[in-house]
């Protein structure tokens, strides 16, 4: 699995303690699926629980808006439970880990 994401999420991401995970794993240790699941499962958790605190960093250019991020961090939890041994790696800015 490969999917873009833009960086105009970072805000948000850093709000929900999501943004490491998702944008460089390797500097914190992550190096396969299924240790993304507890981060994932927690930052979405915590978005669902109070989404206006997470709309307030929404990108004023409508790029990286909460309901885009939130259905995203979803399909790529469901993808790292689906695949929990997928080796999970960082990309440039503007890519997400990508499950191989």
């Keep these: 699995m490969s999917q873009r994401i833009t960086h105009d999420l970072e805000k948000m991401a850093r709000e929900a303690a999501i943004y490491e995970a998702c944008w460089y794993p ?8 299924r240790q993304l699941i507890g981060p994932l499962h927690s930052a979405i ?14 990108a004023p250019n409508d790029w990286g808006l909460y309901e885009h991020f939130l259905a995203w961090l979803e399909r790529y939890l469901e993808a790292c439970q689906a695949h929990p041994d997928a080796k999970v790696s960082g990309r440039p800015v503007r ?3 990508s499950l191989r």
């Design 45 to 58: 958790t915590a978005m669902k629980a109070d989404p206006e605190r997470f709309k307030k960093h929404e």
């Design 95 to 97: 890519e997400v880990p």
């Design 26 to 33: 390797e500097k914190i240790g992550i190096t396969h699926a």
